[in-house]
């Protein structure tokens, strides 16, 4: 049975591939492989749980209501223009801090796909201006869209702060230096890629065209969306300046200090909140529940436990699943996300066998996967910017693929090693 659930799980990654609904092709094959290994019930119980899940659920839904309001109220925007507006200044340094600038915003922006159609419109035309060729520049924008790897509003770093019966905090903030020190690596490696391809910036704006005139910035309204980070940030065990704060609370305040803030049509304001926790709850929490089907499948028919004895043999092999699996599903799929579920849900909760922590596997593993997507021609954020650059998303793919291989490789040995 066990090689039969092989079988399925390569079909299932191979639909999500072809850009099939990833919910029902995890729902789907993993109802088949429970229905084989005679366990429907406790799929069908797994996706039920999966949709009211306490811990979750109302993290996801809140987040993704603050997320939205901010697009209505121009708060991203101010954010983006902000940064960017920073950045127009690094004209010798532009491939990297273009890199890394967005990886800081994506810690507070958590759409990658939002993101890369927010600051590509303003950064990749600017980088283009100033001598960077059209396919580095809307690479050096997809190369930093993980950075919400290391944002307590990420569903999947929550995720793995319950399993790991822990603050999530404390998960994040020793993470974060050792994804710093891979992202600024991804930075330069891509800086050294742009100047062997000689599509590096010259330092001065072509043709002798002058960089686009800065927008006004409201800078109060850019401060709101790290309200939250920061509440999170000094209310943690780490530091403990303040009482600790839940994530949904945390969320909550966020908004409220935006609807007040802002002032904008509170009808208006209410309607996008709802309707951003709606696709908080439809989008992810529904991809959450469906993933809980195709793990409790691959439990049904024997994979998990076939995958696990042969992963405990080896501590180094689970190192390197830990991060490479997912990793090369998401440069496959384009779907950091599944790649993520998929191994939190299966391999992550038996850290201990293959003696690594809970914590430090779950988090490798889910930011391989955001890694991994940036490499990928099928990822909706690398469609996105290739698209702002006018160029192939494959053009974009050759080019990110040697710094997050060896981001990769580094990330190994700072997390779990």
């Known amino acids: 049975m066990a090689l039969t659930g092989v079988i399925i799980v390569i079909v299932t990654f191979y639909a999500i591939v072809k850009q099939y609904e ?17 366990a429907i019930m406790p799929a069908v119980d797994a996706f039920s749980k999966g949709l009211i899940d306490p811990s979750l659920t109302p993290i996801i839904c809140l987040t993704m209501g603050f997320s939205f309001v901010l697009d209505y109220t121009g708060c991203s ?43 590509g419109t303003i950064l990749i035309p600017t980088l283009i201006r100033s001598g960077v060729k059209p396919a580095m520049a809307a690479s050096a924008v997809l190369l930093g869209t993980w950075g919400s790897s290391v944002s307590p509003g990420n569903p999947f770093i929550v995720q793995v702060g319950v399993l790991a019966n822990t603050d999530i905090m404390l998960l994040i903030m020793p993470l974060f230096p050792k994804l710093l020190i891979c992202v600024v690596t991804t930075s330069v490696l891509l800086t050294a890629v742009a100047y ?106 024997g994979l998990t436990d076939a995958l696990i004895a042969g992963m405990r043999d080896s501590t180094s092999i689970a190192k390197l699943s830990a991060v490479f699996g997912p990793f090369i599903l998401a440069a496959i ?47 909706g954020v690398t469609i996105i910017c290739a698209k702002l650059g006018g160029v192939s998303p494959m053009d974009l793919a050759k080019r990110t693929a040697i710094p997050c291989v060896l981001a990769a490789i580094l990330m190994i040995v700072l997390v779990l090693l």
């Open 22 to 38: 990833t919910r029902m092709v995890l729902m789907a094959s993993g109802l088949l492989m429970a229905a084989i290994g005679g």
């Open 77 to 119: 925007a101010n954010l983006v223009s902000l940064i960017t507006s920073w950045l127009r200044r690094m004209t010798l340094i532009l491939i990297p801090a273009t890199v890394i600038l967005v990886w800081f915003l994506n810690i507070a922006l958590l759409s990658a796909a939002g993101l890369a159609a927010a600051v």
């Open 333 to 379: 799929s384009g779907s950091g996300n599944a790649a993520v579920l998929a191994f939190n849900g299966t391999v992550t909760p038996h850290a201990a066998s293959f003696g690594l922590n809970i914590g430090d596997m779950g988090a490798a593993v889910q930011a391989a996967g955001m890694l991994g997507r940036c490499m990928s021609p099928v990822a």
């Open 196 to 301: 062997f391809r000689k599509e590096n910036s010259a330092g001065s704006t072509a043709d002798g065209e002058a960089l686009q005139e800065e927008k006004k910035i409201n800078y109060l309204h850019a401060c709101i969306p790290m309200i939250p980070i920061v509440l999170l940030i000094v209310s943690s065990p780490i530091l403990g300046w303040l009482p600790p704060i839940s994530i949904a609370t945390a969320m909550l305040l966020g908004t409220a200090v935006c609807l007040l803030v802002t002032r904008p049509d509170p009808k208006e304001f209410a309607a996008r909140y709802f309707k951003g926790a709606g696709a908080g709850f439809s989008d992810i929490v529904c991809l959450i529940a469906a993933a809980a089907v195709f793990i409790q499948g691959m439990n049904g028919i």
